[in-house]
């Protein structure tokens, strides 16, 4: 039963603060819609839908059971899945693993967020805390990454500095692409002056919140060949979010990354990740954190990264192609951005990346979601089998 | 009364506030609640590993093994790393948006759990990781068996 | 390489109206333990490869609630998703992680605690914000509209409607596990007070209810090591309707008989009643069990009525539906359809106990979403 599977067709929204033209279920066939052009199908085509949102924080229960009409999928099969930041990530692999089943045709992954909706709910909410104890802090992400980027400053010895790099790094790769939300012309003057929310955490070194959406078509090879002369194919994928710790207190630099990406490489054939990967869309929602992915997914060592972008060695056509779309700090709508990732992955893979391509053959694309306090989930794509 | 026209926005937003109320059962953890309302401090232990943890889990993920063993883990520790929000954020006793002068810590206690707080500090540059810290406590009769029942933590000398 | 999917352990709670003694944690923490128990399966490699757990965080409290949950059920640097919706979807996804190869074995959990939070308010949420919300439309006035609707079109009466319960608490009295098991008299059933026109209070699920419900998959090489009485999945579908309750004949149950129809396909099943030896339903009003049974073409449109009228349903019949007493008897919502089908892998390994249907050997398991029932799952299984 077990499939090979490619994508075959990707599509996202022009991320926005707010998108206050749109309600909810629009915003999401807009994306769909953008991806059933691009692998010139249409939902008839569709057999599966898998979905989801981190639907608590723009105040929902069980949103899919609306969009499901207004992407006219009445009458499908699918389900709805949610893991908090991580969700966009695991609505792929969902989506991977029905179309590996070779049960159906095609089966399409959406993933969205409506961040102007939510009015505070996803503070208020506890932003991703537990009811009985970090609930009663005033605890959020930021808190969780001046958390990170406080002890990486400390193993590593960079500077605040190397965090403005980072961040203007990200914003000239947002300046080259056309959906991102936030491409703001930053200098490095800007970043170190602008508001402290937690120190070190600046208002510019956070993701911003995001209204936005995006989708992407699986096939099995068979269909995937039929579809398209450019599938994506989907090498490997993992979803791992539990690292042993459930506060920033026990272990402020909580994170599967490092131990997931090995265990992908290794059932892979991977050896040198720099060199057997040459694209890469990994979930930051933080500059600082950055620094440490770099080093969690193998590209250089522990507490070193800082070095690479003083040696101005990270961008879209050096040495380092990290985060070539510009990022989690450009765009984040919570729940779609792994989807976000995987469709930029995509589009590296195939060539289509316009502006924001990475030069040269993309044989391989990695992939990521995060979520909490250093959830993971991979997804690795291929060129060709 | 006006004579202009007035025209119809060609977006529309609209609120819808709703109140939900939780009625959450601690269980397992309430030994734990109850232990910060008679000014102690008890964790969860790992019979495998030793390992200590706050919030108690009912489990220790890395063995799956019930963990019953409840540890006093004192009342003095060492801080591990601090930050001030710079935003306001919300209260979660009163409910109320504020303003926090008290930098939140991640604090080692004596019994090898970790655990988040207040410090009574409020210049951050005055902390060192390291540093012995000692639980301030709210007045017994003011304990819910809340994360703020330790009001905060006092740099002492060590 | 994944053969058949088999499901090789099952576990649920007792299912009570307030756990004000047990944190969620502790719910599951007792089913993952228990199916582990039952196997010799560990967290770890070469053992239990992922979960898929099924809840809703807005039940459990604030943004993100799983996050400090999942370690509960293994998922320390291993795989696990959660699925958004009633816990037959995750038996669906969970099945599908095995066919694709991608997993051997995989664990399945499904948790809810109705007495943290109105069950009105969450289901009231469900509607979409924009028109249905605002008329006050909720889960039981939609289904309230359904009945209305389908009792009127189709004749069925209330006291057929009556009967549904009367069986399922009768039902309920040979399980150890449910929480109502009173016996009930047609005229108790349509003397309780009014709910929703034309639903009673007494014609509604229970609630609240909390409780937990777990399962262990494997694929088909793996299963037969792991136990000799495995019990094979051979059918699964789903199928979303509208939501606008508008928009859709609500005497019918259309994207039940898609679902049905696909699971049915999958298991090579032509004649449903004939060919299923017990059926275990999700039925949160009473006039739910007769309209799924048409949906699941156990009889005609519009014979829901005339079919438990029949007593081909009740315990000795052609087909029993709901031995074990079923949601009216008192399930949360979102474990429902895991327990259904658990309850169905209980019957068909012959370890029913009073409740058993002798000598079973299909069964059908459904789940439902959404408000009417407008997403439908259907599970086929055959030991």
Known sequence: MAERIAIVGVGQTHHKSKRLDVTTAEMCAEAVERCLEDAQMTMKDIDNIVMGSFEVADGYYSPDKWIIPELGAVGKSGLEMQNVGTTGGVVAATGFNIAATGLFDAVLCLAWQKMDEAAGAFGRGGGGTNEYWTGQFPMSPITNFARRAYAYMDRSGCTEEHFAMVRVKQDQCAMKNEYAQLRLGLTLEKVMNDALLAWPIRRLHMCPTTAGAAACIVCPEGKAKKVTNKPVWVEDWYTCHQGGSLTMAEDPTSSTLAYASNLVYKRNGITNPPKDIQAWEVYEPASPAELRWIEEVGICEDYTAWKLFEQNKVGIDKEIPFNPSGGVTATNPIGATPVVRLVEAALQVRGDAGEHQIPGTINRAMATGYGGQGENVIMLLRKTL | MTTEQKQDPEFIQFRYPREVTYHHALGYQSKFANGLKQGRILATKCPVDGRCTIPPRIVCPMHHVRQTEWVDQGQRGRLISAFKINFPMFNSRTGELQTWENPIIAVELEGGARMDGWCMETDPSKLKTGMLLEAVWRPEEERQGRADDIMYWKPIEE | ?383
């Open chain 3, 1 to 383: 390489m994944a053969g058949r999917v088999g499901i090789v352990a099952v576990a649920q709670t007792k299912f009570e109206g307030k756990t004000l003694d047990k944190h969620t944690a502790e719910l599951m923490y007792d089913v993952t333990r228990d199916v582990m128990g039952q196997t010799g399966l560990e967290f770890k490699e070469g053992s239990i490869d992922g979960t898929v757990a099924a809840s809703y965080d807005l039940l459990s409290g604030p943004a993100g609630a799983y996050m400090f949950l999942g370690y509960v059920v293994g998922a320390y640097q291993r795989e696990d998703e959660r699925v958004l919706e009633d816990g037959a979807l995750a038996v669906y996804y969970g099945a599908m992680q095995i066919l694709s190869g991608h997993c051997d074995t995989v664990l399945l959990v499904s948790y809810t605690k109705e007495s943290a939070i109105d069950k009105n308010l969450y289901e009231w949420v469900g509607m979409d914000q924009i028109y249905q919300r605002r008329v006050g439309l909720d889960f039981v006035s939609a289904a309230g509209l359904q009945a209305m609707r389908y009792t009127t079109k189709y004749g069925i009466t209330p006291e057929q409607c009556a009967k549904v319960v009367v069986k399922a608490r009768k039902n309920a009295s040979n399980n150890p596990n449910a929480m109502c098991c009173d016996s009930l008299t047609v005229d108790d059933v349509l003397r309780s007070k009014m709910l929703c026109d034309p639903i009673r209070v007494q014609e509604a699920k229970p609630t609240p209810v909390d409780g937990a419900c777990a399962m262990i998959l494997a694929s088909e090489d793996r299963a037969k090591k792991i136990t000799d009485k495995p019990v094979w999945i051979t059918g699964l579908g789903t199928c979303y309707d509208q939501h606008d309750l508008g928009w859709r004949e609500l005497a019918d149950c259309e994207s039940l008989t898609t679902a049905a129809q696909r699971a049915y396909k999958m298991a090579g099943i032509k004649d449903p009643m004939k060919e299923f030896d017990v059926a275990e339903i999700s039925e949160q009003y009473s006039y739910q069990e007769l309209l799924w049974s048409e949906g699941l073409g156990f009889c005609g449109k519009g014979e829901g009525g005339k079919l438990i009228d029949s007593g081909k349903t009740d315990m000795g019949g052609e087909l029993p539906i709901n031995p074990s007493g079923g949601m009216l008897s008192g399930l949360p919502v979102c474990v429902a359809g895991m327990q259904r089908a658990a309850e169905c892998v209980l019957q068909l390994r012959g370890e029913a106990g009073a409740r058993q249907v002798s000598g079973a050997t299909k069964a059908v398991a459904h789940g439902v979403d959404g408000p009417a029932g407008q997403l439908q799952c259907v599970i086929t299984l055959e030991n």
